[in-house]
């Protein structure tokens, strides 16, 4: 009959234990979850325009996708630090079944009821402790302890239930360690990996259209050679006819199969640097080198000289605070140093003494029959009180002193890091200005120069018809023409990437919303 009832008192409190674990773990469950906006790989494109370029650079890119990871790792050990702030509930739950022989004057002593002991003891113990950022702590118990012997039982002594609630705060007064300082520089910290996830996409984003632009430009070449090959066989044919009609000596066919064959030449090297700005396009969008030669040839145009956008950027009273506002990586270098700060402030908490009071009060229950549960409710006694101050100097205080003097210096050096950032964009902010604006006005000579160079070849053709010009002076006025071709070629190239370079420069080439980035005024940069 007895065992019988503690076996029913036991798997009540099993019971209670398991709805507390049970409610614990549906605390985890709606804790804070960080994921990742992160979509599948888009399909390799099939017409390749910039934004598709960049489109495949945001998704693929193994630069954009390692900073994310770092980040998600921040985020991390952000959390575990968060973790020791989190209330943890403890639950014991014991029974002691001992059987002890007693000596003859104690058999004697009880009357010879019994000639051994057995003293049957079942704790339950339930605590909560919340520890504060503060250093404060605070702990409620409840403890219920029931004792049953075989002696009490055999003279119907009834069995002592005896409850204890309890409630304990402890304060640092003079915060001898700041246990919230680790969590805070660790919050900075994964702050600090998401601006640098913005800014890993921005200059990424900012490479991918700097080697579509090339790319774009190396297929601009190819037609360069293309045409110079044609414009070459076109000459030497022509030569020939006047060759054929003894208008040239034979010995004058041999410069323009020369050029012809150079030309030739010219012409499967710029193929090959279609294949090299292709890998490198290939590399920042993530493709494999099984698609990279699928990769399709760009269809985008060059844009268009923009002057209204030149002058507004020449105004670096507005360019230069904008860019300190919106550069990801300066709010970067920013959170790390507020992270080091939070540090230097943690540790210098370490410097002075530590004062800590403890005060716990609470009330004794007692009930000698019944439920166990009664021992909480009857006869109750209290409040009991205890207080505790303890006191501790520390003589030397080494460690805390180089702990302090090491956080000071990775405050200062990020400080210093802070302001060279700074000053440094704001230099290259003042570059590109310049240098979009040297571009738009080399380009406009350069389209000049092409086309005067177009002229002149007909002229020269003219001429040789005519008499009046040689073989090599048209080989060497269509010389000039490739090279005033190549040069726009490279000129296009300079205006449009200078076009991405101020945007990247100034903060604004893409925008950012939860790891969700998209390009700004795309269609300015096509």
């Excluded at 709606?30 to 960049?54: D, G, H």
């Excluded at 702050?191 to 632009?213: K, M, R």
């Excluded at 090299?276 to 099984?290: C, E, F, K, P």
Aim: proline share 5%.
């Amino acid at each position: 009959m007895y065992k019988g009832k503690c076996l029913q008192r036991s798997c009540k409190i099993i019971v209670m234990i398991l709805l507390l674990q049970m409610l614990c773990y549906v605390a985890r469950a709606q804790s804070p979850n960080y994921t990742f906006n992160r979509k599948p790989p888009p399909n390799l494109p099939q017409v390749l325009t910039l934004y598709s370029a960049i489109k495949y650079t945001l998704a693929q890119n193994p630069n954009i996708l390692l900073s994310e990871e770092t980040a998600r790792a921040a985020y991390g050990f952000y959390q575990s630090l968060s973790g020791q702030f989190d209330p943890t509930a403890n639950a014991l739950l014991s029974h002691d079944h001992e059987a002890i022989p007693l000596t003859e004057s104690e058999i004697e002593g009880n009357g010879d009821i019994r000639s051994n002991l057995i003293t049957d003891t079942s704790i339950v113990d339930v605590n909560i402790t919340k520890e504060f950022r503060n250093g404060v702590m605070l702990t409620p118990n409840a403890r219920l302890v029931r004792i049953d012997t075989n002696i009490n039982r055999a003279l119907l002594i009834p069995a002592s239930n005896r409850g204890e609630v309890n409630f304990t705060v402890f304060v640092p007064f003079l915060r001898g360690s700041d246990p919230g300082a680790p969590e805070l520089a660790a919050k900075y910290d994964h702050e600090a990996e998401v601006y640098t996830v913005y800014f890993t996409v921005s200059q990424n984003v900012f490479d991918a259209t700097a080697a579509y632009w090339q790319y774009l430009g190396a297929v601009k070449r190819v037609k360069v050679f293309t045409d110079a090959v044609k414009r070459a066989k076109e000459f030497a044919d022509n030569v020939q006819k006047l060759i054929d009609g003894k208008e040239l000596p034979r010995a004058e066919i041999l410069l323009p199969l020369a050029r012809v064959a150079e030309r030739t030449a010219q012409l499967i090297n710029a193929e090959q640097e279609v294949i090299s700005t292709r890998r490198d396009l290939a590399i920042l969008m993530g493709i494999t080198y099984l698609h990279a030669a699928e990769l399709p040839l760009p269809v985008a145009q060059f844009p268009k000289i923009n002057n209204p956008l030149i002058d507004r950027y020449q105004d670096l009273n507005f360019y230069i605070p904008y860019a300190m506002q919106h550069r990801q990586d300066i709010w970067s270098e920013l959170m790390r140093a507020k992270g080091r700060y939070a540090l230097v402030i943690g540790t210098h908490t370490d410097l002075p003494p530590q004062l800590n009071f403890e005060l716990r009060t609470g009330y004794d229950g007692l009930r000698e029959n019944g439920n166990p549960p009664a021992g909480f409710v009857d006869r109750k006694q209290g409040p009991n009180v205890f207080g505790e101050l303890t006191y501790q100097y520390p003589i030397g205080n080494n460690t805390s002193l180089g702990n302090y003097m090491n956080a000071s210096a990775e405050y200062n050096s990020s400080l210093i890091t802070l302001r060279d950032l700074r000053r440094t964009i704001k230099l290259e902010v003042a570059v590109a200005t310049n240098d979009i604006k040297r571009a738009a006005l080399e380009l406009v000579q350069s389209y000049k120069s092409v086309e005067y160079y177009q002229q002149s070849v007909k002229n020269e053709n003219k001429k040789l018809q005519l008499g009046a010009a040689t073989v090599l002076d048209v080989i060497q006025v269509d010389e000039q023409l490739v090279g005033a071709l190549l040069i726009n070629v490279d000129e296009n190239i300079n205006y449009a990437t200078s076009l991405a370079r101020i945007r990247f420069e100034v903060g604004s080439l893409v925008k950012h919303d939860n790891y969700g980035h998209s390009v700004v005024d795309m269609l300015n940069l096509q």
